[in-house]
């Protein structure tokens, strides 16, 4: 099973994060270390042909709020120079990207399947969090694809 | 030539390359989703095809990231 682990103050940030940005979803990358950890940058899976890596633990250490260049309540889109600015921070305090936060504002914390067509980091954790109720709902899930092979697994987040 | 690619130099035969045969070479399998920004500057996929990096360039690339309710 893999598991995220994210320490409450940065679990309680992405949570207000999202709730401030409502009716617009909301999003964001967790940054921290994992065992294995390696740069979550494109190509560099190039070595292993399914684009995976070992399913260590992951542990939240930074939580960094992004723009959603969208703008709007039903998708998101990363700006493309946070997205840089982001890695750069992450690579000079010797950490990874591990996880992608995006929030849903009105429906429960599944991937839709635009969110599964849209994302193609196999080392990433997608985590969502639903406004939907009100408590929010958290769930985080890895995406594989394989030639036209999805596979979703669920990530349990551990809240420290 | 050596390049600076996301952070580590790599060296390469050819004394130029384009991005497009630059993320070919880096094995990433859908250029199409990727970002690159070369020397601090973003380019438009539109350019991946004829914007050339040569020695001593620095070179970012990430996956497009984005999602939706469909």
Redesign the interface.
Known sequence: MVILQIPSAIYDAMVAHAKQNMPLEA?GYLAGETPSST????????DDPK?MRPLDPAVATVFIPMTNI?K?P?????D??E??AA??QV?QSGESLLA?Y?S?PE?PARL????VR????PNMIYVIVSLAAAIPEVKAYRVRKHEDVVNIVRVDIVVS | MNIQI??KVESFVAETLTVSAL?VA?????PE???V?VNGD?LDRDAFGTTVVKEGDTV???????????
């Open positions: 999003c740069p979550s940058q494109a190509g560099e899976n190039g684009g969208d709007s039903e998708h998101f889109t990363f493309p120079k997205q840089f890695i750069k690579r992608v995006h849903h429906t839709s399947a635009e969110d849209l994302f193609n980091d | 996301n952070g993320l880096q094995k990433v399998d859908m989703m990727v970002s920004e973003v970012e690339f990430l996956y497009f990231m984005g999602g939706g309710r469909a």
